[in-house]
């Protein structure tokens, strides 16, 4: 079973648009941390968040901002007055106490924001 | 200084050859990775070292045989290389285990023919 759904595939926004991308989790620890990951159109990973399962706090950082709910095991991102340069795959990815180092990656969103 | 750097960038090569693909991180971290990110963009772990040592081995070919000198340093080498092993190969480190982001390198373009 997929342990990380990203249900949205692609995404397309008209610029100054805000948009949220979804992302659900499964896990039975009670320790985790989830991630998201930014991936633009030159190919490589940039971490943006981390979170981790005891910490239900929303944050915001400029116009980016995360919704962290564990009672629906979702770990949300909004992208607020969306540009161009927002355009990419973006990742969610947990990981686990209990399984070390692996980590479980979405299949990902891509977000095509149209100026 | 970049943080995790991976060579070659691109690599084309034909059915049958042996290639390395080489990762140095100078973070000072203790747990490298590869993974495998295919045509549709998912993310798929291979290989994992803490300190030099293996701690995980996914179900992959044993064409692929990773290999870490020492801490810093994690290569991939593919033997009998397939056209299924197209894909762009990541190389990524992190601090400690599963509470600690990881960083990515670039990636490897790999395009066999």
């Known amino acids: 079973a997929q342990k990380v759904t990203q249900a949205q595939t692609e995404i397309s926004v008209v610029e100054k648009e805000d948009v949220t991308l979804d992302c659900v989790y499964e896990?039975?620890?009670?320790?985790?941390?989830l991630f998201w990951y930014k991936q633009p159109p030159s190919g490589e990973l940039v971490f943006l968040i981390r979170?981790?399962?005891?910490?239900?706090q929303n944050e915001i950082s400029g116009r980016y901002s995360w919704n962290f709910q564990k009672s629906t095991s979702s770990f949300n991102f909004t992208i607020t007055a969306s540009q161009v340069v927002d355009s990419a795959v973006y990742f969610c990815?947990?990981?686990?106490?209990?399984?070390?180092?692996?980590?479980?990656f979405g299949t990902g969103t891509s977000l095509t924001v149209i100026p | 200084d970049t943080a995790v750097s991976q060579t070659p960038k691109y690599l084309v090569t034909q059915m049958g050859n042996d290639k390395s693909i080489k990762c140095e991180q100078n973070?000072?971290?203790?747990?490298m990775y590869w993974y495998k990110q295919d045509s549709k963009k998912f993310l798929k772990i291979m290989f994992s070292?803490?300190?030099?040592?293996?701690?995980i081995n996914e179900t992959v070919p044993n064409r692929f045989s990773p290999k870490s000198p020492d801490k810093a340093h994690l290569n991939l080498h593919i033997n009998s290389l397939e056209l299924g092993d197209s894909a762009v190969y990541f190389c990524?480190?992190?601090?400690?285990?599963?509470?600690?982001?990881?960083?990515f390198g670039n990636g490897t373009r790999l395009t066999v023919t």
């Open positions: 990524a480190s992190s601090q400690d285990a599963y509470n600690s982001p990881l960083h």
């Open positions: 896990t039975r620890d009670t320790t985790y941390y």
């Open positions: 979170r981790n399962s005891f910490d239900e």
């Open positions: 990815a947990l990981s686990e106490v209990n399984t070390g180092n692996q980590f479980y």
């Open positions: 973070l000072g971290h203790d747990t």
């Open positions: 070292y803490n300190n030099k040592e293996l701690i």
